[in-house]
């Protein structure tokens, strides 16, 4: 319902490039870690395990936040990270 998309489990991660930068801004690890204790009353509580969770099943790292949480995750490329500094 987050409109995220989730590597599968036994996705091989190792022939991965890494993780995706950007990050929803309205997606914080508290509202992550609310969504999925409303979804999942009897299982994990551990705020950590539950942010953790997420950063690996998602792919990503929230180091870019984006205010549009639909836009599509893109890593930057040199010239636009040279620009921002």
């Not at 599968?8 to 997606?27: C, H, I, M, Y």
């Not at 999942?40 to 792919?59: C, F, H, K, T």
């Amino acid at each position: 319902a987050r409109e995220w998309e989730i590597l599968p489990v036994d996705a091989d991660r190792t022939k991965l490039p890494g993780f995706l930068t950007t990050w929803p801004k309205s997606e914080s690890f508290d509202a992550l870690t609310a969504a999925f204790r409303d979804a999942n009353q009897d299982g994990e509580d551990d705020p950590d395990r539950i942010s953790l969770m997420a950063v690996w099943l998602g792919g990503r790292l929230p180091y870019n936040l984006e205010e549009d949480e639909n836009a599509e995750a893109k890593t930057p490329s040199p010239s636009s990270a040279a620009d921002q500094e």
